[in-house]
C-alpha cells in the first residue's frame, strides 16, 4: 500500500469529518480531536479518547461512518514506529497497556462488521436488500492495509498485546484478500491463542483454526490414493499375494 495511506496525520487531516456522522450526530469537530489526543501521552486525553472509540464510534455494536476512517488512524498509529514509545505511556503499569487496549478496539469493530453479524442483522430487522451494508463495507476494505500494523505485535513483549494482535488478525482474516496469511498464523494460533488462560480466545482460535482448514480443503484438489500412472494397485483387484482380506505373510 501506499505509505501515505498508513500516516497517521495524513489519515485525520484528509477526512471530511463534517460529512461523517458518529453516535452523536456530525463527527467534526470532537472525532478528530479524540483521534489526534490518542497520541497526547496525557493520561486524561487518552482515556477520554478511549471512550470516544467505544462509546461514540462503536455504540453497542453500532458503527458509524465516522468510524471507518477512525478505524484506519487507530491501526497507522498502532503501525507507527516513530510513535510506538507514545503507545507504551508510563502510567500503564500493570494495567491492560493502551496498545492492547487499541488492538482490542480494532478487534471488536471487525468484530460487528463481519459478515456473520451482518447477516445476523438481516434477519433480525428483515432486510430484503443483499447488498453490504456501505459503513460495514468501508471498514473490511481497511483491512488488507491495516494488517500490517497488527502483525507488528505478534512479538510483543507482554503476552496480553500479542493475544490482542492475534484476536484482531483472525478477524481481518475473514478477507479473502487476506486468506494467504492464515496457514503462516497457524503456529502462533496453536501456540498462543489455543493456550489462553481466556476462554473466549480459546474458543475462537478453535474456531478460526477450524475454518482455515476447511477453506484450505476445499480449495485444494483431492489426493488420488490409487493414481492411474502405474504406481498405485487398482483396489478391486487381487494380487498374486493372494486375497486382500489375508494378511501379506
Request: with cysteine.
Amino acid at each position: 500500500m501506499n505509505g501515505d495511506k498508513l500516516n497517521p496525520c495524513a489519515i485525520i487531516d484528509l477526512a471530511n469529518w463534517a460529512e461523517l456522522e458518529n453516535a452523536d450526530g456530525s463527527a467534526f469537530p470532537v472525532t478528530p480531536a479524540k483521534l489526534h489526543d490518542l497520541a497526547s501521552d496525557d493520561f486524561s486525553k487518552v482515556s477520554s479518547s478511549l471512550n470516544h472509540l467505544y462509546n461514540v464510534l462503536l455504540n453497542d455494536g453500532i458503527v458509524y461512518s465516522a468510524t471507518a476512517p477512525a478505524f484506519r488512524y487507530v491501526a497507522a498509529l498502532l503501525g507507527d514506529r516513530e510513535r510506538r514509545v507514545v503507545l507504551t505511556p508510563s502510567w500503564d503499569g500493570e494495567k491492560f497497556p493502551l496498545r492492547g487496549k487499541l488492538l482490542s478496539w480494532l478487534a471488536d469493530v471487525a468484530f460487528d462488521v463481519s459478515i456473520e453479524r451482518e447477516q445476523c442483522i438481516r434477519e433480525w430487522g428483515g432486510y430484503l436488500s443483499t447488498e453490504p451494508f456501505p459503513d460495514f463495507l468501508n471498514i473490511r476494505s481497511i483491512y488488507p492495509e491495516a494488517f500490517p500494523s497488527v502483525a507488528s505485535y505478534f512479538d510483543d513483549s507482554d503476552p496480553r498485546v500479542v493475544e490482542a494482535a492475534l484476536v484482531a488478525a483472525v478477524r481481518f482474516l475473514e478477507s479473502p484478500a487476506l486468506a494467504m496469511h492464515r496457514r503462516g498464523l497457524t503456529p502462533l494460533m496453536e501456540n498462543v491463542l489455543a493456550q489462553s488462560s481466556s476462554e473466549r480466545h480459546r474458543s475462537l482460535a478453535s474456531e478460526a483454526l477450524a475454518s482455515w482448514e476447511q477453506g484450505r480443503m476445499l480449495m485444494e484438489p483431492p489426493i488420488d490414493p490409487f493414481p492411474s500412472d502405474g504406481r498405485g494397485k487398482d483396489h478391486h483387484s487381487h494380487d498374486k499375494g493372494g486375497s486382500v482380506d489375508e494378511p501379506p505373510f
